[in-house]
């Protein structure tokens, strides 16, 4: 090898690593390599940001946008009402949703499709007494298997489609990958149906789970009275909360006769006031020394009495890189920025209980919020978290409008007749329906998921540097070795393998980056077209089902459904195999080698 291929193999191997440990996002892990490729001249200095205006990245941003406006449309809403009888039996109830779930995820985004169906396949394992744990990672696994039916249901795809294009003039149309993916896709949904759940663990399958809540709040709350002494007689209830380090929440005020629900942070305090706090014992003993209050008593109450037709109680989910991730509630500032009092923490279905201020947020982190209805949907959006059950508030979302599907179904029809190219229909459909009202500005800034933008930006040159150093031959003469020994699709059933692997624990998209040209490079050692191997990697680089943080889909579910890391490969790795003895076939007949 040379030196060249040497430190770029070293830079790719910091990476995986990186992607594999989690401790920084796989935006900034993708900026970083392609930094240090930049710095031993691996990728030249005047192509490193090049990767930003690539294609591919230009219709991510356009499909991503266009999912958001089809989830504001309405449309979905009337078919799920339709699912409703098919919730008697477990199978049923996982096929139908995990149909609809992939349905959407064939032309929008899959995290996006994930977000719509959660809450009502949890509002649906509530009303059949069931475990959301049953349905929830058979509805992740469904997203992903949507998505590899048309060219715009997952990144992989676009990026497959047009390194295609780049290597042979053309790129896959919309539906080049629908003979294979939804062959595919079926057989997966059947398996998860009908098997799949049952291979989790007994404690995930119980029927009762579903009418459980995570949080037994009231065990936690605790009357204190302010006296006349006190030194916060006079001050805000602001600075109480922040005398408490943000480890405490003022659940309610009462004053007199009156009660108040999730009180203003800005309401001065007065004598003879008494509050309602949820905090552990170390956190509430702390506040009322300082404050000089008196214990009144644990407060006998019932979670409804922190409900009111003004304040909500809901359960949310923390989103993969929502801007509560990585962070604590008390450098949120969530009560006095957001009008929210965090009242409860979850993590893979166990509560926290000490100290929540203190906790640092990650991604499938279920919290338990109490806040003004009204105000609750605005901060949610900006907080870029997912609430678990709709029937709570309003979402704020507009009417039902035909306007966005109709959109979004000319510019998949212009792309699939050839008229344009995918990146100038999808950004044309986001200008009209701009133009239109369908989506403002303010949405589409964000609906853009930034940091997959910014990780297919970084890491395309580095892909492109795999090529022009030699690397991918490096690479795939080991794989061409066995070529006397397997057969050509048994090359190929390696090189998905190997793809799987891989994207178990980095980004998806990034998997495609770079396994795409490795795909090609096989091919032509082989004297076998181009065309199968890249459909190969396409289907291989969207399998990750043997780890939560293969995939945001996996994340998003892991809170919820309250599964452990381990959970996943129990249906994954039958699942991978499923996938693989339906597409290697799939693939050869339909893309023959």
Known sequence: MTSQQLMLFAILLGALVLFAWGRWRYDVIAVGALMASVLVGV?????????????????????????????????IEWVTRALNPATGRPTTHIMALS??????????????????????????????????????????????????????????NIIISSYRAEEMGSPFGMFDFTPVGLGVAVAGILFVSLIGWRLLPTERQGQTEGSKSLFQVEDYITEVRLPEDSPYVGRRLVDLETAAQGDIAIVALIRRKDRMLAPSGYLRLQAGDILLVEGDTNALERVVKQAGMVMVGEAELSAENLRSERVGMVEVVVTPGSRLEGRTARSLRLHTRYGLNLLGVARQGQPITERLGSVRLVAGDVLLLQGERESMPEAFQSLGCLP?????????????????????ASAIGLVAFGVLPAHIAFVLAVLVQVLLGEISVREIYE?????????????????????????????????????????????????????MLLSDIMNNAATAVLMAPIGVSVAEGLSASV???????????????????????????????GYKFGDYWRMGLPLDAIILVVSVPLITWVWPL
């Not at 475990?131 to 715009?152: D, K, N, Y």
């Open 388 to 408: 678990l059950a709709e029937r709570e508030l309003p979402l704020g979302r507009r009417a039902a409008s035909p306007g966005a599907p109709i959109i979004f």
């Open 43 to 75: 990728v030249p200095e005047d192509k490193a940001f090049e990767g930003f205006g690539h294609p591919a990245v230009i219709t991510v941003a356009a499909v991503l946008v266009l999912s958001r406006s089809l989830r504001n449309s309405g449309l």
């Open 99 to 156: 149909s609809l779930t992939s349905t959407c995820s064939a032309f929008m985004n899959n995290v996006g499709a994930m977000a719509l169906v959660l809450p009502v396949a949890l509002q649906s394992a509530h009303r059949a007494g069931r475990a959301a744990s049953q349905i929830l990672m058979p509805l992740s696994f469904a997203s992903l298997l949507g998505g590899l039916v048309t060219l715009i249901g997952t990144p992989p």
């Open 531 to 561: 065309d199968p191997f890249l459909m190969g990697v396409a289907i291989a680089a969207s399998s990750t089902y043997l780890t939560p943080i293969g995939h945001q889909s996996n994340l998003l579910v892991m809170g919820p459904g």
């Open 447 to 499: 609906a853009v998921e930034w940091p997959i933008i910014v990780l297919l930006g970084a890491m395309l040159p580095v892909g492109q540097a795999l090529e022009t150093t030699g690397g991918t031959a490096v690479i795939a003469d080991p794989i061409l070795a066995l070529a006397g020994v397997l057969p050509d699709w048994g090359i190929l059933a390696l090189l998905m393998i190997t793809t």
